[in-house]
C-alpha cells in the first residue's frame, strides 16, 4: 500500500474553477509538502505544514491556499484556476526528527482549459 | 542564478554503459545531498542520501560529493534498461531544514 497518497490524480477543470487536491499519508510524519513540477522548471514548493497549527508559505503560493485537516492530511485548493496552474502537483512528507529526506506521493496532472 | 544547476539532458546510454549525472550548486552551506529518481507519471523515489564531501556506494549506484567544487554525481555501473528515468538532485543545508533545493532533472533513456 502506497505511505502518500493523492486524490485525484488526474483532473481537468476550467478557468475560474475551484479546485482541491487531497494528501494522505501514512507514514506517521509530521511534516507535510506541496510542490509543482513545470518542465524546465523542476519542483517549486507551494506550500508547507510542520505540523497542524504551522502552515508556511513556499517560493510560489500566490493562488493557494492549503489546509492541514490532521497529521495525515493536507489539502491544496486552488481558489480560481488559471491556465498557468496547469501542471503536475506533488505532496510530500518528513520527519522533522528525520534526516530531512522528503517522500512524495504519486502526484496529480491538473489541467486548465 | 538558481541555487541547484542540473543539466536536463536528455542523456541516451546503451544498455552496459556506466552514467554519470551531475549538479552543481552555489549554496557552500549545503550539506546533505540526495539523489531522485522518477519515473514518468510517477513521484520522485529517494534513490541516494549522503552527508557532507566523500563517497557512497548502494549496488549500482555511486553517489559522489566534492564540496570543495560545489560539486555532486551520481554514477551508475552497468545501466539498464529499467534504469531509465528521470534523476533529480537535492539538497539542504540541514537535517531539520524547511524545504529541499531541487536540480530540475536529468531524463536518462538506456537503450537495450
Known amino acids: 500500500d502506497a505511505d502518500v497518497t493523492q486524490t485525484p490524480r488526474n483532473r481537468i477543470t476550467k478557468t475560474g474553477k475551484r479546485i482541491m487536491l487531497e494528501c494522505s499519508q501514512t507514514k506517521g510524519h509530521d511534516r507535510m509538502y506541496w510542490y509543482r513540477q513545470d518542465p524546465g522548471l523542476g519542483l517549486r514548493l507551494i506550500y508547507y505544514?510542520?505540523?497542524?497549527?504551522?502552515?508556511n508559505k513556499g517560493e510560489i503560493s500566490d493562488g493557494y491556499s492549503v489546509s492541514r485537516q490532521a497529521q495525515a492530511k493536507f489539502s491544496l485548493s486552488l481558489e480560481s484556476a488559471i491556465p498557468n496552474q496547469t501542471a503536475l502537483y506533488f505532496c510530500a512528507t518528513s520527519l522533522t526528527s528525520g534526516r530531512g529526506e522528503q517522500y512524495f506521493g504519486p502526484g496529480t496532472r491538473l489541467t486548465v482549459t | 542564478q538558481k541555487e541547484v544547476e542540473q543539466d536536463p539532458g536528455p542523456l541516451s546510454v546503451p544498455e552496459g554503459a556506466i552514467v554519470s549525472l551531475n549538479c552543481t550548486y552555489s549554496?557552500?552551506?549545503?550539506?546533505?545531498f540526495m539523489w531522485y529518481r522518477q519515473y514518468s507519471r510517477k513521484g520522485p523515489e529517494l534513490l541516494m542520501y549522503t552527508y557532507s564531501s566523500g563517497n557512497k556506494e548502494d549496488g549500482r549506484f555511486t553517489a559522489q560529493v566534492d564540496k570543495s567544487s560545489k560539486y555532486i554525481s551520481l554514477f551508475i555501473r552497468d545501466s539498464q534498461p529499467s534504469d531509465s528515468a528521470t534523476y533529480l538532485c537535492a539538497m539542504s543545508e540541514r537535517a531539520g531544514a524547511n524545504n529541499l533545493f531541487f536540480g530540475t532533472g536529468t531524463r536518462l533513456t538506456v537503450i537495450p
Open positions: 549554496n557552500s552551506a549545503f550539506q546533505y
Open positions: 505544514s510542520f505540523d497542524v497549527k504551522d502552515i
